[in-house]
């Protein structure tokens, strides 16, 4: 019985650290604030033909959206485009959330909410305390600096 117990302590000393090491590490890869790993995007750039490939540059394709715009004025239209259809908010959701999504884009992230808070100011007729009714720490405050001018 002694060396039953045994065998099956050395077992599981053997194999806990192997299971305890194996699910912590596929549980970090799928944590919400880990970016997407790219493999993804990448099979879909190289079998949609919008990609880099045979004929073109890198640099051609490189810094433009569909609609011809750069990342950044394209983000900008949809976010006036969402404070002006719904409220500031949605707008500064759609902000935060465009941040995590696509990291290159926060360079621009406080002149963007800046924008949306002067855009706030002009949709409620100048009325700033209501336009800064919706204010969220998103980039560092720059939703109130644009509320107020």
Not at 78 to 103: F, G
Not at 128 to 148: M, W
């Amino acid at each position: 019985m002694k060396q039953l117990v045994r065998r099956i302590g050395q077992t599981v000393a053997l194999t806990l650290p192997v299971v305890l090491v194996t699910t912590g590490t596929l549980a970090v890869t799928r944590v919400p604030w880990a970016p997407p790993t790219g493999l993804d995007q990448q099979v879909v750039a190289a079998s949609s033909g919008d990609g880099v490939g045979i004929g073109r540059s890198a640099t051609a394709t490189a810094g433009k959206s569909a609609d011809g715009l750069a990342p950044q004025e394209s983000l900008r239209v949809a976010l006036l485009d969402e404070l002006r259809a719904k409220n500031p908010s949605a707008a500064l959701d759609l902000l935060e959330r465009s941040m995590r999504e696509q990291p290159s884009l926060t360079p621009y992230c406080t002149s963007l909410a800046g924008e949306l808070g002067k855009a706030a100011v002009r949709k409620y007729q100048g009325d700033v305390q209501r336009a800064r009714s919706f204010a969220r720490p998103v980039c560092d405050g720059s939703f109130v600096a644009g509320t107020a001018g």
